[in-house]
C-alpha cells in the first residue's frame, strides 16, 4: 500500500506540473509571430477545422477502431499487462512498475514520430486539411495503446467520453484546464466504481474537435502553404507528446488506485 501511494504521490507531481506549466520564453517571443499569422486566418478556417476534426471522431469511433488495431498488436499488449498486474499483485516495486511503463513509453514514441513526418510530408505538398483524419487516428492510437497498457479498454461509450476529456485536459490552460481534468477525475471514479453518469457523447465530440481546432488553427493555415508548411510536424509533435505524456499519468494512476 506504500509503495503504491509513493507512485500516486509522485504522479501527482508530474500532474500539477503538467496543470501550472508557465509559458517558455521561446513561447513568448513566439506569441507575436503567432497572433500576426492568427490575424490572416480565414474566419471560416476554424468553423472548417471543427467539422473536419467531428466528423473524423464520429467516423473513427463508429467504424475506424478496427482499422486503427491493425497498426499494433492488441493480444500481445494485454499478454504484457496481465502478466506485469500478476506481478504487481504478488510484490509491488519500481521494477514491475516500469516494466507496465515500458509499453506506455514505446506507443509515445512511435506516435509522436509518425505524426511528425506525416506533418512534415503533408506540409511539403501544401495540404493543410486533408491528413486531419490520418492525424485523429493517431491521437486516438496514442490513447488506446497507453489504456491498454494499464489494463482498461476502450470499445464503451464511457470510455469514450474519458478519452475525449483526456484530450480536452490535455490541450488547454489554465482554468479551463483545470475544470477537464477535474471532468477526467470524476469520470474515471463513476466507470471504475461502476456508477452510471449522463453523458452525451455527440456533444462531447463537438467540444473536442473545437478545442483541436483551436490548438491546431494556425499551423494548418500555413501547413496549406508549400514548404511553409513543414511548421505543421512542429504542431503535430506537440500535440500528441502533450496528450500522451497526460494519458499515461492518468491511466496509471487510474491502475495504481485499483490497485490499492
Known sequence: MNKINKHLNKLDKKENKILNKKQGIIEEKL????????????????TTLDNAFNKAFQLIFEKGTKFIEKLYNKNK??????FNDYKISSN???RTIKKMDKQAQKSKFL?????????AGLGLLGMGLPDIPIFTAMILKTIYE???SYGYLY??????VYILNIINAALTKGEVQQKYNSNVNKIAYKIDNHINFDYDLDKEISITSKILSNSMLTSKFVQGIPVVG???SITNYKIISKISKYSSIKYKKRYLKMKG
Request: charged residues 30%; aromatic residues 2%; glycine residues 4%.
Open 230 to 232: 513543414v511548421i505543421g
Open 155 to 160: 470499445e464503451l461509450d464511457e470510455e469514450k
Open 92 to 94: 509491488v516495486n519500481n
Open 77 to 82: 499488449i494485454h499478454f504484457e499487462h496481465n
Open 31 to 46: 506569441e507575436p509571430l503567432v497572433n500576426k499569422v492568427e490575424s490572416k486566418v480565414p474566419k471560416n478556417l476554424k
Open 111 to 119: 506516435n509522436t514520430s509518425i505524426s511528425t513526418l506525416e506533418g
Open 146 to 148: 497507453i489504456s491498454l
